[in-house]
């Protein structure tokens, strides 16, 4: 069975501080794992997803993950925030296919000026 | 390229009513699913479907309907809708490979808001 926590249901920050998101995962098998962004009354869209290459997985706008498998753990981080990073991200494993997926309950990130 | 299409971008229904959620998608993906999203629960699969003629149950099927005659189109359709079913609802779709399409990314449509009375 696979499962998908993200830590914090908030994050606030400040404009060019940097960004961590938290996400642990629960896998029985080797998984495939995402960040997705979704803006306000907006579909989601990929930041960024590991496959079992590099454990350090660079996105788009700035953004990088770490899969670290000992500690079931693929953070979601960016040196500098901006105020377009305000958002709500969403961590995903998955199984084959792209189906059977299984989304954490999100994380809103506010950036304050 | 248009992507995932979703039609209505947003509906009331009157509890007991009947509708269908439509969604296309012209990338030739052969997984296609349906979601409901609603606050501080993630996204939740409702039906998938692995190909044409083939459809399964997701995390919270009942209420919900699907068939998928095409490969394109993958329609969801709610029985006799109900209050509960209030939510954000998105189709998405990803493409499938030899190997069962492992870690392929999922592209979403931009979501139907529909609201039960």
């Known amino acids: 069975a696979q499962s998908v926590t993200q830590l914090d249901s908030h994050v606030s920050v400040s404009e060019g501080t940097p960004v961590l998101l938290r996400c642990n995962y629960s896998?029985?098998?080797?998984?495939?794992l995402f960040w997705y962004v979704q803006h306000p009354n907006k579909g989601l869209q990929l930041l960024l997803k590991y496959t079992s290459a590099a454990t350090l997985v660079k996105g788009i706008n700035g953004f990088e993950a770490e899969f670290k498998k000992s500690e079931t753990s693929f953070h979601l981080t960016k040196p500098s925030a901006h105020m377009s990073d305000a958002a709500e991200y969403f961590c995903?494993?998955?199984?084959?296919?792209?189906?059977?997926?299984?989304f954490g309950a999100g994380t809103r990130l506010f950036v304050k000026a | 390229n248009a992507g995932v299409t979703q039609t209505p971008k947003f509906q009331v229904l009157k509890t007991g009513q009947s509708m269908t959620l439509q969604c296309a998608q012209d990338?030739?993906?052969?997984?296609m699913s349906w979601y409901r999203q609603d606050p501080g629960m993630g996204l939740r699969l409702i039906h998938y479907?692995?190909?044409?003629?083939?459809?399964d149950q997701g995390e919270v099927p009942n209420g919900y309907n699907v068939s998928r005659s095409t490969t394109e189109d993958f329609p969801l359709r709610l029985l006799s809708a109900a209050p509960s079913q209030t939510s954000v609802y998105f189709c998405?779709?990803?493409?499938?490979?030899?190997?069962?399409?492992?870690?392929?990314?999922?592209?979403f449509g931009e979501g139907s808001w529909l609201t039960v009375v």
């Open positions: 990338m030739n993906h052969e997984y």
């Open positions: 479907s692995v190909g044409a003629g083939i459809t």
């Open positions: 995903v494993v998955s199984g084959t296919g792209g189906f059977k997926t299984i």
């Open positions: 998405a779709s990803s493409p499938g490979t030899g190997a069962g399409g492992i870690g392929n990314t999922i592209y």
């Open positions: 896998s029985s098998y080797s998984p495939s």
